[in-house]
């Protein structure tokens, strides 16, 4: 039985519907994607994972095909029997039949990883009926023939490959886990993917990791066995190895390859997984296989055009990103632009009449995301945007497929990290000039903890960088480059001081107005329906829901304030995703969902209290406004990068979020109201800037 998945708005990332099977007593969990005419089976690996380990591929898949994919027994949300007959690859089999039979699907083509192909070779020879083609990833079967195991043998030796043994799995489960799959990701910068499989290999046990060893050589014992099996496939087969790989050697994947009469691919640098440490060129591989080679050109246009891919983590990217969209249009009237973006980034494109490419309705939804892993204004950006890997595996798949279909003679990401890092390592999927932006460089801990991570991920970032120089047509850091924080990227690595004007161009602040539009205070609050005559407090926390707590202080604040101050207003901006009736009504108080143009409202302000965000706070910077500012907690770029710039053009210090009782934020309120400000003066024309680089990239 399947029970279909609703949602209000389709995540891309959940399946369509999902069920159990259930044979001899045991129930087998299985999720289904898409509803393509052709389908694809996602065959369970080793039960030391489940079918996350196929995250980076079902999503890209299912806008194709109706892709199937189930947890092994002994892992996931299957069940775990305890009886070593369970677990032979003939039961594995079984379950897979029983899973293509609950869908409907009379035939299937197969992608398996490691010993995911034992239970593949059995299906591809004894129900050739069913199965279409198969794809082998790091194929784990005994077609070459190893030496004794000891895997029975107490040895006392916890260290090394010993480590492979059911006494010391007994004695250090988790011990096993982080050693065997360091050697599964012997691959550089491997630290998500380890950290994932470690999380998974401790939904199961030791007790039933020894079953399923014991298991898996009852149906396949030796390489005879496997050589019948392959004698009897008829199906064409592709055969994925990595050419590093650390657990089954390259020779296992070209010896089954030949047995099969199938086709060999190796991927360069790789190790034991490459679904997940290469995912799109994996991806392309076994599309190019299933599918046949793409001969589609896309088609020429008359006028030059761009793709713009807006990030939709804080809406001052879709503002500074307009900005620099109305200045390209101004140097290339026949510049046509067309925005890769999602919710709430498009309520802002779609209020200024912008093009909003239909793709972006397909694109995994990250400000939910980031959303889901907030606390009570807290976030630790790093650790959350870490976690999206799938998020991004599917969107950067989704670009590909969008500039594989569309010509386009330029590619602009502002802070695009998925785009960026997925060309860098997979130089030839870039086929027009592209062009980065960010306002920032360099991933800072938080805590101890993190610092060996975020050095990692710096580490790899300037490798990508500085080994692959040209594929940035144009790298532009919004801002100056006395902007740059004066810290290092990590232990061993350059100052981000040092390194990034080696690597990027300054233009300088782009701001999405004219400051001197916004001198006459007066007249803007009355076109705006803002009493002139009140001191007016505006709270905003941005385009995300992690701000609720602090709107919610914000109004216990002001109501401590109109003791003292009873003339005062404030104007409580929830943006897109807040509900404002879940602010406590206080007098003189007014509580707002989305603000198109926010900075209008807070350039005639008289106070302006908000989150950490560097847009808001530069455009009160810009229009004299004072400002209080309260960063995520945990949120590396609010407390580093952000606080950093802020400070050098002479904003108060942060205000950290346990200092915001009511009393205390009254205090401050009226402090800031009567104060005076001295900023630096923010240049004009970095919109402009950006637009030469950015067209210079054009030709």
Not at 675 to 684: H, K
Request: hydrophobic share 40%; net charge negative.
């Amino acid at each position: 039985m399947g029970t279909t998945v609703a949602t209000a708005q389709r995540d891309v990332l959940a399946p369509d519907e999902e069920g159990f099977v259930e044979r001899d007593g045991v129930r087998v969990h299985w999720e289904r994607w898409g509803d393509g005419d052709q389908t694809i089976l996602f065959l369970p690996t080793w039960a030391i994972v489940h079918a996350r380990a196929w995250k980076a591929q079902l999503p890209w898949f299912s806008r194709r095909y109706r892709v199937l994919a189930f947890d092994a027994r002994g892992n996931g949300r299957s069940d775990r029997p305890a009886e070593t007959a369970a677990y032979a690859e003939a039961e594995l089999a079984a379950d897979a039949l029983a899973v293509l039979d609950a869908n409907g699907v009379d035939r299937a083509a197969l992608v398996t990883l490691s010993r995911g192909a034992q239970r593949g070779l059995l299906l591809a020879a004894n129900h050739p009926e069913r199965v279409s083609a198969a794809v082998f990833i790091a194929p784990a079967t005994p077609i070459i023939e190893s030496g004794p195991s000891t895997f029975e043998e107490d040895t006392g030796s916890d260290e090394g490959w010993a480590r492979y043994n059911a006494h010391s799995w007994r004695r250090d489960y988790r011990g096993f886990v982080e050693f065997f799959f360091a050697n599964v990701f012997n691959d550089p910068h491997s630290t998500k993917q380890i950290e994932d499989c470690v999380g998974w290999a401790l939904e199961t046990d030791a007790e039933t990791l020894i079953a399923t060893q014991r298991g898996s050589t009852i149906t396949i014992p030796d390489r005879e066995a496997v050589l019948e099996l392959c004698a009897r496939v008829r199906c064409p087969v592709l055969v994925i190895h990595g050419e590093e790989d650390g657990i089954i050697p390259l020779e296992r994947g070209r010896a089954l390859a030949e047995a099969t009469g199938g086709r060999l691919e190796v991927i360069p640098g790789s190790g034991h997984c490459p679904q997940a440490r290469q995912p799109v060129r994996t991806n392309l591989l076994i599309e190019e296989f299933l599918a046949g080679p793409d001969t589609r050109q896309p088609r020429r246009t008359k006028h030059p055009r761009a793709l713009y891919v807006s990030s939709p983590i804080g809406l001052g990217h879709a503002q500074r990103d307009l900005a620099i969209a109305r200045e390209l249009r101004a140097r290339r009237p026949d510049l046509e632009i067309h925005w890769l973006a999602q919710d709430p980034v498009t309520r802002v494109l779609a209020a200024a009449g912008e093009t909003i490419h239909p793709a972006s309705r397909g694109l995994a939804n990250e400000s939910m995301h980031i959303e889901a892993r907030m606390g009570e204004h807290e976030l630790h950006a790093f650790q959350a945007i870490r976690e999206m890997d799938e998020i991004l595996a599917a969107n950067v798949m989704l670009f590909h497929d969008l500039v594989r279909d569309e010509r386009y003679d330029l590619w602009i990401g502002d802070e695009a990290w998925e785009l960026d890092y997925f060309l860098h390592e997979n130089p030839a999927l870039k086929t027009a000039p592209y062009a980065f932006l960010s306002d920032f460089v360099g991933w800072l801990p938080e805590d101890e903890r993190e610092e060996r991570i975020t050095a990692d991920y710096n580490a790899e970032n300037i490798e990508h960088v500085e080994g692959r120089p040209g594929l940035r047509d144009s790298a532009v850091f919004v801002g100056e480059p006395e902007d740059i924080v004066p810290d290092s990227f990590g232990p061993g690595l350059p100052a981000i001081r040092d390194w990034v004007p080696r690597h990027f161009d300054f233009s300088g602040y782009v701001l999405p107005f004219d400051p001197a539009d916004y001198v006459d205070t007066e007249a803007l609050r009355r076109e705006l329906g803002l009493d002139p005559a009140r001191p007016l407090i505006v709270g905003a926390v941005g385009g995300s829901g992690v701000g609720l707590p602090l709107l919610q202080r914000i109004a216990a604040g002001f109501e401590r304030l109109r003791r003292d101050i009873p003339e005062a207003r404030l104007l409580l901006v929830c943006g897109p995703r807040i509900d404002p009736r879940a602010i406590e009504p206080v007098t003189g108080m007014r509580a707002v969902g989305y603000v198109h143009d926010l900075f209008r409202t807070l350039a005639c302000c008289d106070l302006a209290v908000v989150q950490g965000g560097l847009t808001t706070g530069m455009e009160l910077i810009a229009n004299r406004r004072p400002f209080i500012s309260v960063p995520l907690r945990g949120h590396f770029e609010q407390n580093g990068h952000v606080a950093y710039r802020l400070r050098r053009y002479g904003a108060p210090p942060p205000t950290p979020y346990e200092e915001t009782s009511p009393e205390r934020l009254a205090e401050l309120m009226a402090a800031r109201l009567t104060g005076d400000v001295d900023y630096l003066p923010i240049a004009p024309g970095g919109a402009a800037r950006a637009a030469e680089l950015l067209l210079a990239t054009l030709g």
